[in-house]
């Protein structure tokens, strides 16, 4: 009986935006820490990875290449104080510098239903503190190591007379890996919404919050949309960014800020498994997003919405994927920062509001 496949969605999943200066100090640490194994995976094959799966494409992110600038603010509600002293979750309200992608290398790759959809986030604190994080719109991460996902993703390579993984390299791949098949049936179940601005963004990752009483427990975040189910429609090339735009000028668009607490034996270092629904949560404020930008110099597209940048009040877990983006983030800025950018495929008229 075949064995499950990856389908354009599955092959597309993967991590956020490219670095900053200040990432590259942040992805060396992670890399010189303990996150390469013996067969020393590193932050460079890793980014050659990407390149050899999709190509080469100068001057843009090795992963979720095609996307779209945005800022907003965040109004805390203060009811994260509860759970992290993080200055993110007192009363208040901070600006965020925000990215919507795609997942994948192709900057210029058709919008498709099935596509993994990213929204990286950078909240500036303050007394000068940030708190970056990358979330896709998947309830778990199709892997739980660094290795597991490189080594699928040479298994999804598209055949180039189909479009899609060789059936035979993936049902081996899965074989070897039955925690990616396990989280690939999750991931199944759960169908994406028409657009961004109606999607649920899951952070994936656990973290270590910890209170002004010194009480530390495990929590995940999401970003669950206070927009309506929409109704965006497959049609043009970027018909879901163009959905966006439109959904933008009409007004600001609107996420809550979830956090969910573990409970005692819930697993903090592996992102394929999920916690059980009856969690917790605490409903720490509403994430706007109010106008939507080109990735022009000077706008998000030189934000590295590495998952290591943390306010004092959060840190990271055991899981071992966080300090792995972190490296390869800081190796794909490193490079298409010396290389030639093109313009980027969403259309720029639109956005600026020439309609």
């Not at 192709?106 to 950078?122: E, H, I, N």
């Not at 074989?175 to 989280?183: Q, S």
């Not at 996420?255 to 629904?277: F, I, K, N, S, Y």
């Not at 966080?322 to 490193?334: G, I, K, L, Q």
Request: proline letters at 10%; hydrophobic letters at 40%.
């Amino acid at each position: 009986m075949p064995g499950p496949r990856l389908n354009r969605r599955d092959a597309l999943v993967g991590l956020a935006a490219a670095g900053t200066v200040l990432a590259v100090g942040a992805g060396g640490l992670a890399e010189a820490s303990g996150w390469l194994n013996t067969r020393r995976l590193t932050s460079s094959r890793f980014a050659d990875r990407f390149e050899q799966v999709y190509g080469r494409h100068n001057g843009f992110r090795r992963n979720h290449a095609k996307g779209l600038a945005a800022t907003g603010t965040f109004t805390s509600n203060g009811a994260g104080a509860e759970l992290s002293k993080a200055s993110v979750f007192a009363p208040g309200t901070v600006p965020v510098t925000a990215r919507f992608s795609l997942g994948g290398t192709v900057p210029d790759a058709a919008d498709q239903p099935g596509a993994v959809r990213g929204l990286g986030l950078m909240f500036q604190l303050p007394n000068g503190e940030q708190w970056r994080t990358a979330m896709i719109n998947l309830p778990v991460f199709p892997d739980s190591t660094p290795q597991g996902f490189f080594d699928r993703l040479l298994a999804g390579k598209p055949d180039p007379a189909t479009g899609e993984p060789v059936p035979s390299v993936m049902k081996a791949f899965l074989a070897e890996h039955p925690e990616t098949a396990a989280a690939m049936k999750i991931i199944k179940a759960s169908p994406p919404s028409s657009g961004f601005a109606d999607s649920t963004f899951h952070g994936l990752n656990a973290f270590i919050a910890t209170n002004r009483a010194g009480v530390s427990v495990p929590v995940r975040w999401a970003a669950v949309p206070m927009d309506a189910p929409g109704a965006a429609s497959p049609g043009g090339r970027d018909y879901l960014f163009d959905d966006l735009v439109d959904r933008m000028h009409r007004g600001p668009v609107s996420w809550r800020l979830v956090l969910t607490v573990a409970d005692p034996g819930d697993p903090t270092h592996d992102a394929t498994l999920p916690w059980p629904p009856e969690r917790r949560t605490v409903d720490a404020g509403v994430i706007t997003l109010d106008a939507v930008l080109t990735e022009a110099a000077g706008n998000a597209r030189d934000v590295n919405f590495d998952p290591m940048v943390l306010p004092d009040g959060l840190r990271p877990s055991d899981d071992p994927l966080p300090p792995a983006r972190s490296a390869v983030y800081a190796r794909s800025f490193e490079r298409r920062t010396r290389e030639p950018k093109s313009p980027s495929e969403v259309d720029v008229e639109k956005v600026n509001g020439d309609h």
